[in-house]
């Protein structure tokens, strides 16, 4: 079976195999060693130094990553503007309610990209008031396959001195984040997306600087205390080893392959092969490729086809799709690129779509 869904990815027999190694104990020097190896090669996909950077590990998923961030980073006495254009910017928001930190959000048209104007005059209008001290943002808007322009963030916030705090879970490791950029303080990713690891492993890479500043609202999921036990070879509680063995093997696995630019081009070359033949048959893609990540794309359904019924014969030919989220459920699938897989499985991909609508 070939997953189509935007994570957990279809593993290489190498990533697989990585799960078999020996048993440790997470109190063993051995497995602090694999510890060492995933934090120091995750900083590694994007040249940082460990200096100005850290990388703190979660036995978690993605939101378990986003949520550390957020319940870290937002000082207490912070304020935090939110901004959505999807389903994960509105879960950053359902988790700072949880928390009770104090934020706001900007609420954007699910298809449209963020309004910079509006950011940049929401942002001046708060400074006379309660100005800002942090701004979150999705990267890649897993809902529609937007990739939410980071680098405008940050050049907003950069000359405002607002830091920025970003769910990278769909685009860590394929798409460019510029991380020399001072506004932006923290990042949050997972190891079974573009990282091609197994679900079980997420992590937050964060200034060390933005940590002086940080607060601690959740037990489990405190980052700081995290970041001081990992940077002492040690870790408050039972991690999940194998998922960790497969993080470092799949880490590896990407550096031989080339690293990040040649992961994003791979991406990119299938994406667009979907997207062309897709379009061939009469499926155009709901937002333009410059406006998309080359992760995952969306697709309008074809007119009188419900998605169950598209679900379940690529199914039956080895392919899992995914549906649209919320009400986009019956207006769209989606198809992500992610994974070991090549441009023959795209093309066999849409032979399967073709035979469904004939
Ligand atoms: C952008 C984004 N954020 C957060 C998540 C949540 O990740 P998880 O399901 O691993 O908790 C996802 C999952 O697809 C995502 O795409």
């Given amino acids: 079976m070939l997953l189509l869904n935007p994570g957990p990815v279809t593993l290489t027999d190498r990533v697989r195999r990585s799960l078999l190694q020996p048993d ?8 602090f060693d694999l510890q060492d190896e995933a934090r120091s090669r995750l900083l590694g996909t994007y040249g940082l130094s460990d200096k100005q950077w850290t990388s703190v590990l979660l036995t978690a998923s993605g939101t378990a990553a986003v949520e550390s961030m957020l319940a870290a980073l937002v000082p207490a006495n912070g304020r935090l ?3 959505e254009n999807g389903v994960y910017g509105e879960r950053m928001a359902q988790i700072c309610a949880q928390y009770g930190i104090s934020h706001e959000r900007l609420i954007g048209e699910w298809m449209l990209a963020p309004d910079w104007t509006a950011v940049a005059a929401r942002m001046d209008a708060a400074k006379a008031t309660r100005p800002y001290t942090h701004v979150a943002i999705v990267h890649h808007e897993t809902t529609t396959g937007r990739l939410n322009d980071l680098a405008a963030l940050c050049a907003l916030c950069r000359s405002r001195g607002i ?3 970003a769910d990278c879970v769909s685009s860590f490791g394929a ?4 991380f020399s950029d001072p506004a932006l303080h923290a990042v949050a990713a997972t190891a079974n997306k573009c990282l091609h690891g197994v ?3 997420a992590f937050v890479i964060t200034r060390r600087a933005a940590l002086e500043s940080a607060t601690a609202r959740t037990f489990y999921l405190d980052l700081t205390r995290l970041a001081r036990l990992q940077d002492q070879r040690n870790t408050p509680f039972t991690p999940s080893v194998q998922a ?3 993080l470092v093997e799949a880490l590896r696995e990407y550096e031989e392959q080339g690293g990040r630019a040649v992961r994003y081009a791979h991406y990119a070359a299938l994406a667009e092969q979907a997207r062309a033949g897709l379009a061939r048959l ?10 998309s990540s080359v992760v995952l794309r969306a697709y309008h359904l074809p007119k009188g086809v419900a998605y169950p019924a598209l ?9 899992v799709i995914y549906a649209g989220q919320g009400g986009l459920s019956t207006s769209l699938f989606r198809i992500s690129t992610m994974g070991a897989m090549g441009a023959s499985d795209i093309e066999r991909l849409l032979t399967c779509f073709e035979r469904f609508l004939r």
């Fill in 24 to 31: 440790l104990c997470h109190r063993e020097s051995e497995f």
């Fill in 81 to 83: 503007l939110i901004i």
């Fill in 163 to 165: 830091g920025v705090l």
């Fill in 175 to 178: 798409e460019a984040i510029d």
């Fill in 199 to 201: 679900p079980g492993a």
């Fill in 244 to 246: 960790y063995y497969a």
């Fill in 282 to 291: 009469g499926m155009a893609a709901v937002l333009p490729p410059k406006e």
């Fill in 311 to 319: 679900h379940d014969s690529l199914k039956a030919d080895g392919f």
